[in-house]
């Protein structure tokens, strides 16, 4: 009796905390669920006001570019000046309603009086051009005193474009305006400053251009929404050129956090209904107290050697069944066969559906592992996505091979994670036992390569340990020890220069450094090769200072616009990069303008805060950032609209069959229009035929790369071209 009456207020007052505890944690967890959905429905929404307008601005340059492809024309001209009604309506005025879906065109003369006017597909009187005069009047206006102003050029040297656009409402409606001169297309029709005629051009912002827009950013209820409706906070305002408001942009708001917060909470009140019970049973265990502790003796014991998110034995366990195993293999003369294996690109998995995803991912692997392979075996957990698999007993090599093939047919199958249904692969490495004499550490190093050699060859795929693979460890590690000498100066390592050049064939816009090493054993080493050693070894960091300094170094003495050197991911991650760089080039004396570093679209993916912070060093510090290999990956195109990647480089791959493939042509079309969407520069690589050249050229593209312009060349075969050397510069000044 008295030990129950000293238990009694123990009891109640752990009851107490414990409820009070359970209380407040199930308040932050609710609060902190509803701040989370408000959060997140914020960000939708602005994300979806921001795709509004940037496809309204979409829509104008559209526009714009509709009306440019009539009005700089010989022809235009011509026909305007003559008076050929019939033409202009076939040509300038009902053929933009037809094919564009303009709604209204009207052709000024100098004047600013109307020759012509269409509507709705219809030509209309003239004088109708008085009806709207009024709003038109002001773009009219600042264009013709755009065109009194001596014109001029844009970024190429050519006559900047000249036109007057605005938002403007016209009976009551928004519409896009857009005010372009005919101007001539070619040098056989001259045309005196002030008499140019005007292409009006006015198309309607209706529900078909909402509708356009709404398809495109997969939103629903998008509708125009005049000034006198409400409208919520998912709305744009069409504003023109004075701050006015014509109207706006409405559409039914996506909402991800409350949906999110409606889908889980039956899943939130079973589960409060489960840790309601929960609580009662752990109140209820205080009365046994010293059972409870014993069961968490245990516990602590099983944990020492057991993985907490599988249940699995971790590495401490695994090592001692290995060498236990090997040990009783060796004395009844039989094979054990070790399976190192693990998941490929699970990395990805935690970056895109999050670490709890990767964690369920790493539970029914183990799950699958443990219900394939026979009672005896052992598989255990390394960390990570790393397994072990221990064979006993196994007979043959082609006993372990099937295991193995078996384990990665059962890891094909879809994996339910969260609500997200997934297919991975893995790969395995495999090593057998030679007999008394094998070591634990020396079996799971063979492992290891193997499982290495799988990967490098395609991932998804096991391999066996064969001899041959420890020769090729040795021989990456001589290359290593190779290239720290030729580093440290002991030569070998040099760069050749390939230029590039404009469209005409014949202008050099700037060269590219390329790596390479003249192996005195092996002979000239694929760059590839020696640069994924380097980046292995952790020599990447040591081999790109190298390069990026004699780049900048053989730049200085050049004319050379600018030159390109390459760099590895793995130096964007290195928060130190953008002060070595700017070291480099202080060192140099070259011009930061002058220096393009080449790098592949890969680092869209890592969304790495630290490549994000040095990207935008280096381009604060004048440095110019290329996306290499374009168009091989998975961009992010808020990405490059985020990050103002300055150039483009398409590749080779897309370029090699443009005269042959309808699709490659396609692809590159495409590639080149959105650098030219996104104002950045592009450049075709790998450029190898008279017809590829006149393709890419014909699609836009201003700067080309490859053997049919110039193979790689050494640094005095560069020099040697016309307008690289500093020397041609003087020369030329001299015969001045």
Same mark, same amino acid.
């Given at each position: 009796?008295?030990?129950?009456?000293?238990?009694?207020?123990?009891?109640?007052?752990?009851?107490?905390?414990?409820?009070?505890?359970?209380?407040?944690?199930?308040?932050?967890?609710?609060?902190?669920?509803?701040?989370?959905?408000?959060?997140?429905?914020?960000?939708?929404?602005?994300?979806?006001?921001?795709?509004?307008?940037?496809?309204?601005?979409?829509?104008?340059?559209?526009?714009?570019?509709?009306?440019?492809?009539?009005?700089?024309?010989?022809?235009?001209?011509?026909?305007?000046?003559?008076?050929?009604?019939?033409?202009?309506?076939?040509?300038?005025?009902?053929?933009?309603?037809?094919?564009?879906?303009?709604?209204?065109?009207?052709?000024?003369?100098?004047?600013?009086?109307?020759?012509?006017?269409?509507?709705?597909?219809?030509?209309?009187?003239?004088?109708?051009?008085?009806?709207?005069?009024?709003?038109?009047?002001?773009?009219?206006?600042?264009?013709?005193?755009?065109?009194?102003?001596?014109?001029?050029?844009?970024?190429?040297?050519?006559?900047?474009?000249?036109?007057?656009?605005?938002?403007?409402?016209?009976?009551?409606?928004?519409?896009?305006?857009?005010?372009?001169?005919?101007?001539?297309?070619?040098?056989?029709?001259?045309?005196?400053?002030?008499?140019?005629?005007?292409?009006?051009?006015?198309?309607?912002?209706?529900?078909?251009?909402?509708?356009?827009?709404?398809?495109?950013?997969?939103?629903?209820?998008?509708?125009?929404?005049?000034?006198?409706?409400?409208?919520?906070?998912?709305?744009?305002?069409?504003?023109?050129?004075?701050?006015?408001?014509?109207?706006?942009?409405?559409?039914?708001?996506?909402?991800?956090?409350?949906? +999110?917060?409606?889908? @889980?909470?039956?899943?939130?009140? $079973? *589960?409060? =209904?489960?840790?309601?019970?929960?609580? %009662?049973? #752990? !109140?209820?265990?205080?009365?046994?107290?010293?059972?409870?502790?014993?069961?968490?003796?245990?516990?602590?014991?099983?944990?020492?050697?057991?993985?907490?998110?599988?249940?699995?034995?971790?590495?401490?366990?695994?090592?001692?069944?290995?060498?236990?195993?090997?040990?009783?293999?060796?004395?009844?003369?039989?094979?054990?066969?070790?399976?190192?294996?693990?998941?490929?690109?699970?990395?990805?998995?935690?970056?895109?559906?999050?670490?709890?995803?990767?964690?369920?991912?790493?539970?029914?692997?183990?799950?699958? +592992?443990?219900?394939? @392979?026979?009672?005896?075996?052992? $598989? *255990?957990? =390394?960390?990570?996505?790393?397994?072990? %698999?221990? #064979? !006993?007993?196994?007979?043959?090599?082609?006993?372990?091979?099937?295991?193995?093939?078996?384990?990665?047919?059962?890891?094909?199958?879809?994996?339910?994670?969260?609500?997200?249904?997934?297919?991975?692969?893995?790969?395995?490495?495999?090593?057998?036992?030679?007999?008394?004499?094998?070591?634990?550490?020396?079996?799971?190093?063979?492992?290891?390569?193997?499982?290495?050699?799988?990967?490098?060859?395609?991932?998804?795929?096991?391999?066996?340990?064969?001899?041959?693979?420890?020769?090729?460890?040795?021989?990456?590690?001589?290359?290593?020890?190779?290239?720290?000498?030729?580093?440290?100066?002991?030569?070998?390592?040099?760069?050749?220069?390939?230029?590039?050049?404009?469209?005409?064939?014949?202008?050099?816009?700037?060269?590219?450094?390329?790596?390479?090493?003249?192996?005195?054993?092996?002979?000239?080493?694929?760059?590839?090769?020696?640069?994924?050693?380097?980046?292995?070894?952790?020599?990447?960091?040591?081999?790109?200072?190298?390069?990026?300094?004699?780049?900048?170094?053989?730049?200085?003495?050049?004319?050379?616009?600018?030159?390109?050197?390459?760099?590895?991911?793995?130096?964007?991650?290195?928060?130190?990069?953008?002060?070595?760089?700017?070291?480099?080039?202080?060192?140099?004396?070259?011009?930061?303008?002058?220096?393009?570093?080449?790098?592949?679209?890969?680092?869209?993916?890592?969304?790495?805060?630290?490549?994000?912070?040095?990207?935008?060093?280096?381009?604060?510090?004048?440095?110019?950032?290329?996306?290499?290999?374009?168009?091989?990956?998975?961009?992010?195109?808020?990405?490059?609209?985020?990050?103002?990647?300055?150039?483009?480089?398409?590749?080779?791959?897309?370029?090699?069959?443009?005269?042959?493939?309808?699709?490659?042509?396609?692809?590159?079309?495409?590639?080149?229009?959105?650098?030219?969407?996104?104002?950045?520069?592009?450049?075709?690589?790998?450029?190898?035929?008279?017809?590829?050249?006149?393709?890419?050229?014909?699609?836009?593209?201003?700067?080309?790369?490859?053997?049919?312009?110039?193979?790689?060349?050494?640094?005095?075969?560069?020099?040697?071209?016309?307008?690289?050397?500093?020397?041609?510069?003087?020369?030329?000044?001299?015969?001045?």
């Amino acid at each position: 009796m008295s030990a129950r009456h000293n238990s009694s207020p123990l009891t109640r007052q752990v009851t107490l905390t414990v409820l009070t505890l359970a209380a407040f944690a199930l308040a932050i967890v609710v609060g902190f669920g509803f701040y989370a959905a408000g959060q997140a429905d914020n960000a939708s929404l602005e994300r979806q006001k921001m795709f509004i307008a940037d496809g309204l601005q979409d829509q104008i340059a559209a526009v714009e570019r509709e009306q440019e492809s009539v009005s700089v024309w010989d022809d235009a001209i011509a026909n305007v000046r003559a008076g050929n009604q019939t033409w202009i309506e076939e040509n300038l005025s009902v053929w933009m309603y037809t094919y564009y879906g303009h709604n209204r065109v009207y052709i000024l003369d100098a004047a600013n009086h109307a020759i012509h006017a269409m509507r709705e597909g219809k030509v209309v009187d003239a004088s109708a051009y008085g009806e709207d005069q009024p709003v038109l009047l002001p773009a009219i206006e600042k264009l013709r005193g755009m065109l009194a102003q001596a014109p001029e050029a844009d970024t190429s040297g050519q006559p900047a474009k000249l036109f007057a656009e605005d938002l403007v409402s016209l009976d009551g409606k928004p519409a896009i305006l857009s005010v372009m001169p005919l101007v001539p297309s070619s040098d056989k029709v001259t045309q005196a400053p002030g008499t140019e005629y005007l292409h009006v051009s006015v198309e309607f912002i209706n529900d078909a251009v909402i509708g356009k827009l709404a398809r495109k950013y997969l939103l629903e209820g998008a509708r125009l929404a005049p000034l006198s409706e409400q409208v919520g906070p998912a709305a744009v305002p069409l504003v023109d050129s004075r701050g006015v408001i014509l109207g706006y942009i409405g559409w039914d708001q996506l909402r991800p956090g409350l949906a +999110l917060v409606r889908k @889980i909470a039956p899943a939130l009140a $079973v *589960a409060l =209904l489960l840790a309601g019970g929960v609580l %009662v049973f #752990l !109140l209820r265990r205080l009365r046994r107290a010293s059972a409870a502790l014993q069961t968490s003796q245990d516990q602590a014991q099983y944990l020492a050697f057991h993985d907490t998110l599988t249940g699995l034995p971790n590495r401490a366990l695994f090592e001692d069944r290995l060498r236990r195993t090997l040990l009783f293999a060796s004395q009844d003369r039989t094979r054990v066969a070790l399976l190192y294996l693990d998941l490929d690109r699970f990395k990805h998995i935690n970056d895109t559906l999050g670490h709890p995803a990767g964690d369920e991912l790493v539970r029914q692997t183990a799950a699958r +592992l443990k219900h394939t @392979i026979r009672e005896v075996d052992t $598989v *255990a957990r =390394l960390g990570g996505d790393e397994f072990a %698999v221990i #064979l !006993l007993d196994v007979p043959d090599v082609g006993s372990a091979e099937d295991i193995a093939e078996r384990l990665l047919l059962k890891l094909r199958g879809p994996f339910r994670l969260i609500d997200d249904q997934v297919f991975v692969s893995a790969s395995v490495g495999i090593a057998l036992s030679s007999g008394s004499d094998t070591d634990a550490d020396d079996l799971l190093r063979k492992a290891d390569i193997a499982l290495y050699e799988a990967k490098k060859n395609g991932r998804g795929r096991y391999k066996l340990f064969a001899g041959d693979m420890d020769d090729l460890l040795l021989r990456k590690r001589k290359v290593e020890s190779e290239l720290r000498k030729a580093l440290d100066g002991e030569g070998g390592i040099k760069l050749a220069y390939q230029p590039v050049f404009a469209a005409d064939g014949r202008g050099i816009l700037g060269a590219e450094a390329l790596i390479r090493w003249g192996h005195e054993m092996h002979g000239a080493l694929p760059a590839a090769q020696f640069i994924a050693i380097a980046e292995e070894r952790g020599l990447i960091g040591e081999l790109g200072k190298w390069a990026l300094s004699e780049a900048c170094r053989f730049a200085v003495t050049t004319e050379l616009p600018w030159i390109a050197v390459n760099i590895s991911p793995m130096q964007l991650r290195d928060v130190g990069f953008a002060e070595e760089v700017a070291e480099i080039l202080r060192q140099t004396g070259l011009d930061p303008s002058r220096l393009q570093l080449e790098t592949t679209e890969s680092v869209l993916l890592e969304h790495n805060d630290a490549i994000g912070t040095v990207i935008a060093a280096l381009r604060q510090s004048g440095v110019h950032i290329v996306l290499d290999d374009f168009g091989t990956g998975y961009s992010s195109l808020s990405y490059l609209r985020r990050q103002a990647i300055d150039k483009l480089k398409i590749d080779r791959s897309f370029v090699r069959l443009l005269d042959e493939d309808q699709s490659a042509r396609a692809i590159v079309k495409t590639l080149i229009e959105l650098a030219l969407a996104l104002k950045v520069e592009v450049t075709a690589e790998g450029v190898e035929t008279d017809a590829q050249k006149a393709l890419l050229v014909g699609m836009g593209c201003r700067q080309l790369q490859g053997y049919l312009l110039s193979p790689p060349l050494e640094p005095g075969q560069l020099l040697a071209l016309p307008g690289v050397s500093s020397a041609d510069r003087e020369l030329s000044a001299a015969r001045a």
